[in-house]
């Protein structure tokens, strides 16, 4: 169940986890783990700290001195939280076989996708 807080602060030291989807080991599974690491690169190189944190195959838990910027830090959060998803998506796709890109043939019923599949 996700839980979204706004958080009211401009600046300070926050706990801060997310999870993968349904606690699925998407961080472990895809490799993702230098995301983690670009990002707080990228957190470090706008001012902010990292003062601790923990990687685990499906979820996140960091502790970001944050300082006074014009972003919130739900915005600072959750562009990071998009950053990682979107590679991770990118990542798929250039690895991908070129199957999976291929149009199916309409007229062969046994390759389009169950119904089912698609609910």
């Known amino acids: ?22 606690w699925i080991n998407l961080i472990d599974i895809t490799g993702s783990y230098d995301l983690v690491y670009k990002w707080f690169d990228h957190l470090k190189s706008k001012g902010h700290k990292i003062i601790g944190y923990v990687i685990m195959p499906n979820h ?17 959060i ?10 991770k998506i990118r990542l798929k796709l250039l690895t991908a076989p070129a199957s999976v890109f291929a149009a199916p043939n309409l007229n062969d019923v046994t390759t389009l996708p169950k119904f089912s599949a698609l609910l």
């Open 1 to 22: 169940m996700p839980i979204q807080q706004t958080i009211p602060y401009e600046e300070g030291p926050f706990f801060i986890t997310f999870t993968c989807h349904k």
């Open 60 to 76: 996140i838990h960091v502790l970001i001195d944050f300082i006074k910027t014009h972003q919130t830090i739900n915005l600072i």
């Open 78 to 87: 959750g562009n990071g939280k998009r950053f990682m998803a979107y590679s």
